[in-house]
């Protein structure tokens, strides 16, 4: 997490790779409770405009989020984040992950596609943000 803009808007970097492997017996719990615990966070850390990055280098499949997951997340998130929600940034992102986006658009607000980026390498990441305060795992980055 670091912030842009005087610190007032923050950035939210999320690493698939750390995620559950979907082959756990209590994996829909640890997700449930993971989506519970990110949104209670970005309640408290976001006051103005925010930015997810999303790094999906390094990620096996098993760990990649499934579609019904982020279907539920994007339809609990309330609508003070999603407005404030500035640019959802997609590093690394895998045929998989464009496949699914690319399924979901219809059922997506057209304003909310919008604001989803996607960026092939740290360096093209580097020059939209600013990441001294990003932390990048040592994983995604080799």
Not at 52 to 78: E, F
Not at 95 to 101: C, D, V
């Amino acid at each position: 997490t670091g912030y842009y803009d005087d610190g007032l808007n923050a950035i939210i970097v999320f690493a698939a790779c750390f995620l559950p492997d979907s082959g756990r017996t209590d994996y829909n719990y640890v997700m449930e409770n993971l989506f519970l615990y990110v949104i209670s966070t970005l309640e408290l850390m976001v006051a103005e405009d925010y930015m997810i990055v999303y790094l999906n280098g390094a990620t096996p499949r098993r760990r990649m989020p499934g579609l019904g997951w982020m279907k539920k997340c994007y339809q609990m998130i309330d609508r003070r984040l999603r407005k404030n929600l500035k640019s959802f940034i997609i590093v690394h992102p895998s045929w998989f992950i464009r496949t699914i986006l690319a399924v979901t658009r219809p059922f997506i607000s057209s304003k909310f596609s919008s604001k989803i980026q996607y960026v092939n390498t740290l360096a093209e990441l580097r020059e939209m943000i600013p990441m001294e305060y990003v932390q990048i795992p040592d994983s995604i980055v080799k």
